[in-house]
């Protein structure tokens, strides 16, 4: 009759053994708490690792579009560049080669002015120096030939 004592009764040996399994119910929930909290870091760490991979990735891809319309800007640019300048230089080679011959024009305006005051003054042995702001004559006749030299000073 030992289990009938009353210290050591069955109710004592049910309460303590209750006990015991609260304990160890108790104690597992601990752990299991523990896990859940450990696996709810792991899940978050994972999840910023991804998260940081993610921008990254669109990070370095918005990284190489702007790359990309940089070098087209500056391609378009250049082209621009380099068509004004074809433009800006055949507008200068038209200028001069305009001027050129206006310049030809005038001489031989000139000359020809030149020419017809030679055959005008027809005067035997004499010498005669004409000079404009442009032109400077000279001629002479002799004998049965004229012979007459112009010097261009500016044009």
């Not at 990284?63 to 319309?69: A, F, G, K, L």
């Not at 042995?125 to 442009?134: F, P, T, V």
């Amino acid at each position: 009759m030992g289990n009938n004592c009353c210290a050591c009764g069955p109710d004592v040996y049910i309460i303590e053994t209750e006990k015991r399994k609260e304990e160890r119910l108790l104690a597992k929930q601990q752990l299991l708490e523990k896990k859940i909290k450990s696996a709810g870091k792991i899940q978050a760490w994972w999840r910023g690792t991804l998260v940081r991979r993610t921008l990254l990735v669109a990070a370095l891809r918005a990284w190489m579009i702007q790359c990309w319309w940089r070098t087209v800007m500056q391609r378009w640019t250049q082209k621009r560049k380099q068509t004004l300048l074809k433009s800006y230089i055949i507008q200068e080679q038209a200028a001069v080669k305009l001027q050129s011959w206006t310049r030809m024009w005038q001489c031989q305006q000139h000359y020809c002015r030149t020419c017809n005051m030679v055959c005008v003054l027809q005067a035997p042995k004499s010498c005669l120096a004409l000079q404009d702001d442009r032109l400077q004559l000279q001629y002479e006749v002799t004998s049965n030939q004229l012979q007459f030299h112009i010097e261009i000073l500016s044009i």
